[in-house]
C-alpha cells in the first residue's frame, strides 16, 4: 500500500507562484507514474501534469503547459509541481496520485493523497 500526502497549496494572487510536494510513503514507492490531479468548484476532476518515476519524462495539459513544473526527488519518494504565473482559473484542490502506467484518466490511477487547496485570487 502506499500513501500519498500533499503539501503547500495556499492562497495566492494571480501571477504568483506556489509549489506542491507530495511525499510517498508505506512501502518503497515503486510505481512508475506519480501524477498531479485538480478539482474545482462543481467541475470533474481533472488530470494536470505527471512524470515517469523513474526517467522523469514529464506531461501536461495544455493549459498548463510552460507555467507548471513537475520535477520528482527520487531518494525522498517526493514529487513536486512547481507552478509559476498562476490564473485565477487555477484555483481547485490539487491531488496527487500514483500508478503503475501513464494515463490522463483519472479511474486509471491506483493511489490518491487527500488533496491540497489552491486559490488564486484575481
Known amino acids: 500500500q502506499v500513501q500519498l500526502v500533499e503539501s503547500g497549496g495556499g492562497l495566492v494572487q494571480a501571477g504568483g507562484s506556489l509549489r506542491l510536494s507530495c511525499a510517498a510513503s508505506g512501502r518503497t514507492f515503486s510505481s512508475a507514474f506519480m501524477g498531479w490531479f485538480r478539482q474545482a468548484p462543481g467541475k470533474a476532476r481533472e488530470f494536470v501534469s505527471a512524470?515517469?518515476?523513474?526517467?522523469?519524462?514529464?506531461y501536461y495539459i495544455d493549459s498548463v503547459k510552460g507555467r507548471f513544473t513537475m520535477s520528482r526527488d527520487y531518494a525522498k519518494n517526493t514529487g513536486y509541481l512547481q507552478m509559476n504565473s498562476l490564473k485565477p482559473e487555477d484555483t481547485a484542490v490539487y491531488y496527487c496520485?500514483?500508478?503503475?502506467?501513464?494515463?490522463?484518466?483519472?479511474?486509471?490511477?491506483?493511489?490518491w493523497g487527500q488533496g491540497t487547496q489552491v486559490t488564486v485570487s484575481s
Open positions: 496520485a500514483a500508478a503503475n502506467s501513464y494515463s490522463p484518466i483519472v479511474g486509471t490511477w491506483d493511489y
Open positions: 512524470i515517469r518515476w523513474s526517467g522523469g519524462d514529464t
